[in-house]
């Protein structure tokens, strides 16, 4: 089957725009999770959802970010007012449930996001 | 507070030596779970192996073996007989209790590159 994909591949924007990013989960999946990796770091945790409610957002960096998941399936993370520090590669993971370790984070390719 | 450590950055070496990635954790959690992911060229992280606190019984999974220690908060990645299509970048990670086991905790990450 399918595994988690994510659009655009590559995202190039000026500083101060808006962006979306889309995460495509497998199907069947009810828990979808974001992450933020900077060159050269491991990912970070920005939010989790659990069906259509973000569970946990403690990751979110500021109020410019904030996800939706609005019929428990593909999720949207937006940024608005992007900053050159923004600049990463947004990675998606999704899992059958949430609040289990045992259950694996499959992860998508992930979008490169670059701020001019 | 949670955090991994993966104090090897990079790491070189030749086809069919053996190889071990160290990883430290810091947690207060008292159940929890460790991960080793691999992220090939192409950015698609890869779950390989996953290891919860009560289990400390070291294995061996074809070329993969892991040695986790409670006492010493160490969970270490040996590749036997490294072929050149391991090299990655590899991130160990931690998710524990407190967060409800929804997001993982990463290392930095070490680079590894296996020569012909």
């Known amino acids: 089957g399918a595994g988690v994909s994510q659009t655009p591949s590559n995202k190039v924007t000026e500083k101060g725009k808006y962006v979306e990013l889309r995460c495509d989960p497998i199907?069947?999946?009810?828990?979808l999770y974001w992450y933020r990796q900077s060159l050269g770091q491991g990912p970070e945790f920005l939010i989790y959802?659990?069906?259509?409610?973000?569970?946990?957002d403690s990751g979110l960096p500021n109020d410019r970010f904030f996800a939706v998941r609005p019929e428990g399936s593909v999720s949207t993370l937006k940024i608005q007012r992007t900053e050159r520090g923004d600049s990463a590669v947004y990675l998606c993971?999704?899992?059958?449930?949430?609040?289990?370790?045992?259950?694996?984070?499959?992860f998508g390719p992930g979008t490169r996001l670059t701020v001019l | 507070a949670q955090k991994v450590t993966q104090a090897q950055t990079e790491i070189s070496v030749v086809e069919k030596e053996d190889v071990t990635l160290d990883c430290v954790y810091e947690?207060?959690?008292?159940?929890?779970?460790l991960f080793w992911y691999k992220q090939p060229p192409s950015g698609e992280l890869v779950f390989l192996i996953r290891?919860?606190?009560?289990?400390?019984q070291n294995e061996i999974s074809g070329r993969y073996s892991w040695n986790f220690q409670k006492s010493t908060s160490s969970f270490n990645f040996t590749i036997t007989a490294s072929q050149v299509v391991d090299s990655a970048v590899y991130f160990c990670?931690?998710?524990?209790?407190?967060?409800?086991?929804?997001?993982?905790?990463f290392g930095a990450g070490t680079r590894l590159a296996v020569h012909p």
């Open positions: 993971a999704s899992s059958q449930r949430g609040g289990e370790a045992y259950n694996e984070q499959f």
């Open positions: 199907s069947g999946h009810t828990a």
């Open positions: 959802f659990q069906g259509t409610g973000a569970a946990d």
């Open positions: 947690t207060r959690d008292t159940t929890y779970y």
């Open positions: 290891r919860n606190s009560f289990d400390e």
């Open positions: 990670a931690l998710s524990g209790n407190s967060g409800g086991y929804n997001k993982l905790i």
